[in-house]
């Protein structure tokens, strides 16, 4: 699929979710993508916001997969994918930590959020919004924000214009969108753990729906869901939430 043709500009807005959920509830066909220049309301998983100034990337796109509700969770991990392999494209080695961060080391550097609309129980629409820092700025918004965020600019010391990095995200993004249709979701799997953090077999913590659970990090199954070996020996299928590594303090 080629999306290229459908990127729209726009100025400031909330959320390029927000406008592109309206524009699909208009009636906006799959591809439809909309970059914009800065948000107000930009926002992360669970209430969370994401920092939005003039110069990074803020990137949305519809969908309308003719997949079951399942299988949508590969879309989290293929957007990932597709953000590292663009990144690679200008220089950086980023690393997809489940289940939507892309990393360069512990610094985030982008992060997708996936948003979908049902009718009944086939999905309707959904939207992928991705975040790209693309400049130094992104790691200093806020004292907050300074030592976990990262930037392209940070990183390499060159400029990359947001229209650039949209570009080289949506054609990525296309490629993997079609090969999850024709050949499903392994190979899309495959490359997101070709890509992911290297923390298999090291303690992990995942807070999932207000719990806490600590555990060794296994491996994502054929769903896209982190597998955690508890130390009760119990494997928890974790389909949502945030992980992060646990490290040991020694002494
Ligand atoms: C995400 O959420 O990582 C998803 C971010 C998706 C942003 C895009 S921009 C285009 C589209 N329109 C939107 O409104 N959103 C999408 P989450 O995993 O919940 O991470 C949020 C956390 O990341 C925050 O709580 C901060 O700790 C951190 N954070 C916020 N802004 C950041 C930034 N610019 N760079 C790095 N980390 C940031």
Excluded: H
């Excluded at 400031?12 to 009636?27: C, F, H, I, K, Q």
């Excluded at 659970?213 to 974790?238: F, H, N, Y």
Aim: hydrophobic share 45%.
């Amino acid at each position: 699929m080629n999306w290229l043709e459908s990127l729209e500009c726009v100025g400031r807005v909330t959320s390029t979710n927000d406008v592109l959920r309206e524009r699909a509830r208009a009636g906006a066909p799959e591809g439809t993508a909309l970059i914009a220049e800065a948000q107000s309301a930009g926002r992360g998983r669970e209430g969370r916001s994401w920092l939005s100034p003039p110069g990074n990337l803020f990137l949305s796109v519809l969908l309308r997969p003719a997949l079951e509700p399942e299988a949508l969770s590969a879309l989290p991990l293929l957007a990932g994918v597709a953000v590292a392999e663009a990144s690679a494209s200008f220089g950086v080695t980023a690393r997809l930590k489940w289940p939507n961060d892309v990393m360069v080391g512990e610094r985030k550097l982008g992060g997708v959020l996936i948003e979908a609309a049902f009718s009944g129980t086939c999905v309707d629409f959904v939207v992928v919004g991705i975040g790209l820092n693309l400049t130094a700025q992104a790691g200093k918004i806020t004292e907050e924000l300074r030592d976990v965020a990262t930037s392209l600019r940070a990183e390499t010391g060159r400029s990359v214009a947001a229209l650039e990095a949209a570009r080289a995200i949506l054609s990525r993004l296309g490629v993997w969108y079609d090969r999850l249709a024709g050949e499903g979701a392994a190979s899309v799997l495959g490359a997101w753990r070709s890509a992911s953090v290297p923390w298999w077999g090291e303690r992990v913590e995942v807070i999932s729906s207000g719990t806490r659970v600590e555990g060794t990090a296994r491996g994502i199954d054929e769903s896209g869901a982190l597998l955690l070996l508890k130390d009760d020996g119990v494997t928890l299928r974790v389909l949502c939430g945030d992980a992060r590594a646990v490290r040991r303090v020694s002494g």
